[in-house]
Each structure stands twice: as C-alpha cells, then as structure tokens.
C-alpha cells in the first residue's frame, strides 16, 4: 500500500498523529517540527534517524513530504495552514481552523486557490456515538433536524500546567470563552449536513477557580444557534467543574443521544435511540441501546479520544490517495462549526442580541471580513482588540504563572527520569 509522507508540527498533542503514522499502513511520519527543541530532542529516541527534525517551520516545509499535519497553538493553524497549501502540501489542521474572520478568509481563499487538500480535525465528530448518530442521521432514522445539545465540558485545572507551561500570554489563558466551540457544535453540524446562520452568545463569567490557574476569561460559554432548516442546537463548552460529553438529537420522527459519563455505560461509546415512523403523530416508544462497535478494531482503541483521534487521520489519508468517499470535513464545513462561537462572543459585548453568522462560501460575503482582525490577541487584533471577558480584563499576578511554570518544570522532570 502506497503511504503518504507526513509533517508534524507539534510534540505535544502532534503525539497522537505521530502514532497514528507508526501503527497505520497508509501514512509515514519523515518529519517534525517544534519551536520547542528539548522537547524535540526528548522525543528523538522513539523516532530514531528517519526522522528529520526542525525547529524553524520554513525549512521544515523544504522537506520532501506530502502532507503537513498542524498540531500548533489553537490560534495559530490558518497561517500555517496557507503556508503550508502554498508550498504544496496537504493540510490536516487541529482545532480550530482560524483566530479572526480575515484568517477565515485568507484560509478558504488559500484552499480554493492551490486546490490542495484541507481536513480540518474536529476529532469529536468521529467518536463511536456522534459517528453513529450521524449514520442514522443521514439514512432518516429520526426524520428532519428540529433540535439538538452538544456538552464539551473539560475542567483543565489538573492539567493546566501542561498545556500552558505557565506562559501569561498562552492563548488558553486569554481566549474569549466561546472561542472552542467544535467539539459541543461540530458533531451537531456534521451529522445533520446543516449550515448555521444565526447565533445568540451567553458567558460563564470569570471565577476562581480560573483565575487561580492565570485564565483571564470567562469559566464556559453557550451558544444557542439558529440552523439553515430553523432548527435549534444548544452548544456548551468550557470549565465547569464536572466533565461532560454528551450529545442529543431530536427530529420529526424521534430522538437519539449519546449516553451520560455518570451513567458508567460507556459515555461516549454508547447511543439510545428512540424513533418511529409515525413524523408528527405520536407512535409507541421503542429504544434502542447498544455500544457502538469499531470499525478499525485493534487500531482505534489505541488511539486517543474515543478512537476518533484514528478516524480523522485515517480519512485525511484515504482523502489524499484518492477515496473521494473519505470523511473529511472540509475548510466550508469546518468555519460552519467555527463561526458561531466568533459570533457569539460579538453577541455577548453586543448585550445579548443574535448575530447573522456569514456564509464565507459566498465570495461577495467575503469582502465585509477580508481586514476584520478583531479577536483578544494583541499580536492579532491591532486597533480592533476585544477584551478576554466582557466584563474587562482581569489583573492576575506574575507568582500565579510562576506557579504553573514550576509545576510544569517538575511534571517534566519526573517524565524524564
């Protein structure tokens, strides 16, 4: 079998595409890169001498590869990403595909103009039960979209040392909340094929809890969005203090859900269905339950997140040697899972009021957001800088990094040993 040569940029959470290369049969890593060069050398003994190792990411895009896989800070991926597409690489890109709405735009446009793949990585679509739902989904089992919940829920404090290093200006400590909206939204969007056009945005205001581990703003957000057909999904995400996974679906034949993490069924891996063919009139309840089996058995429980960490990869792969039926969320669908938490973060400074989510397809739409660089990134946003949270930013003393930083320094001390 023909294998793609693979870039990865990224140590960090770059390890599970690096594995996803050394077990698969159609990818080969021949390349990393990371700013990082400890970590670089930490790793160099699981990779040996095949593979080349980089820490400027021009000269890493020299390489003789035929794909590049993005596993940078979350607000950086679209210029890697057109960089990339411009030196005639494949692009697999980690959430979220952009930081601003000019980013949007250049992305698609970079997409659309060197015709190179781009797959963007919103592994929560491929886990075992929003996998399934949307199978059903599309073969009509509970009739047109009417309403649906998506819960990314992710109380990172035990794990905040790891992946902010302790760094004031990581963009996890300054994001506005309903940035990381993919994994609630996304599943939603890919299992029903529909484009979201209207958002109204609400902000979990900054607590303790959040401020104690240097995070400037808001503890979670929800967006409740408005569907192309006018159905509804509710998305929450962020750090509350309990995690939680968890989807539901309901249309004009039925529901179907993933099961709770508190039920100790399998969360993720379990659905419930209950549907029938009666579309308006009220037929008798008949669920169904099973866990949702793998199709990959042996190689997606290896991977991480529910095995989806495997499916993304694996039809990015397919997608490059040529499967035109590869599952691959392409760069229009990935802003259409995007777009509604940029939005809604414009809805909550706005007072709460909903706000039209642009359909970046269209190129007139484009040319409103081609210079909107609006965002809480000051190396970004320029005259047009939004505040981490609505109510303002916080102060939050240099020790509260420090802290951090040191954690970090002993987590990676002890690993080495």
Not at 266 to 294: F, R
Not at 305 to 316: A, E, I, K, R, V
Request: net charge negative.
């Amino acid at each position: 079998m023909k294998k793609v040569k693979i870039g990865v940029i990224g140590v960090g959470r770059g390890r599970s595409m690096i594995h996803y290369c050394e077990k698969a049969q159609n990818a080969e890593l021949v390349a990393v890169c990371d700013k990082w060069e400890e970590g670089l050398l930490l790793r160099k003994k699981e990779w040996g001498d095949q593979v080349a190792l980089y820490t400027d990411y021009d000269e890493f895009l020299k390489h003789d590869m035929d794909a590049v896989i993005l596993a940078n800070y979350a607000n950086e991926h679209a210029p890697f990403a057109i960089k990339a597409m411009k030196a005639g690489k494949h692009v697999f890109s980690e959430v979220l595909p952009s930081q601003t709405m000019k980013e949007a735009v250049e992305l698609i446009e970079a997409v659309e103009e060197t015709g190179m793949i781009y797959a963007y990585g919103e592994n929560y679509c491929y886990m075992p039960a929003p996998r399934e739902m949307k199978r059903l989904y599309q073969e009509g089992r509970i009739g047109e979209f009417e309403y649906g919940e998506g819960e990314y829920i992710h109380n990172c404090v035990p794990i905040w040392p790891e992946i902010t290093y302790g760094e004031r200006d990581h963009w996890r400590n300054y994001m506005f909340s309903s940035f990381y909206c993919t994994h609630s939204l996304g599943p939603i969007i890919h299992m029903t094929g529909l484009r979201p056009v209207k958002v109204t945005g609400f902000e979990g205001l900054k607590n303790e809890r959040q401020l104690n581990k240097g995070k400037r703003t808001g503890a979670f957000a929800v967006e409740m969005v408005e569907l192309e057909n006018g159905g509804i999904v509710k998305s929450i995400h962020g750090g509350l203090y309990k995690n939680s996974i968890w989807y539901t679906v309901y249309g004009s034949k039925g529901r179907m859900e993933s099961a709770r993490e508190d039920a100790e069924l399998g969360d993720v891996h379990h659905i419930y269905i209950n549907a029938d063919e009666y579309s308006g009139e009220y037929g008798p309840n008949k669920v169904d339950a099973y866990k949702v089996p793998a199709q990959f058995p042996g190689l997606e429980e290896e991977m991480g997140h529910g095995g989806s960490d495997f499916y993304t990869m694996y039809n990015f792969m397919e997608k490059i040697l040529g499967n035109e039926n590869a599952d691959v969320i392409d760069v229009y669908e990935a802003m259409d899972m995007f777009l509604p938490g940029i939005f809604a973060y414009r809805s909550v400074l706005a007072g709460g009021i909903p706000m039209e989510i642009p359909n970046l397809r269209d190129k007139a739409v484009r040319e409103k957001y081609r210079n909107d660089t609006a965002c809480t990134d000051p190396k970004v946003a320029g005259d047009q800088l939004l505040p981490s949270c609505s109510t303002g930013d916080p102060e939050v003393a240099d020790e509260v990094y420090d802290r951090i930083r040191d954690l970090w320094l002993k987590k990676l001390a002890e690993e080495e040993k």
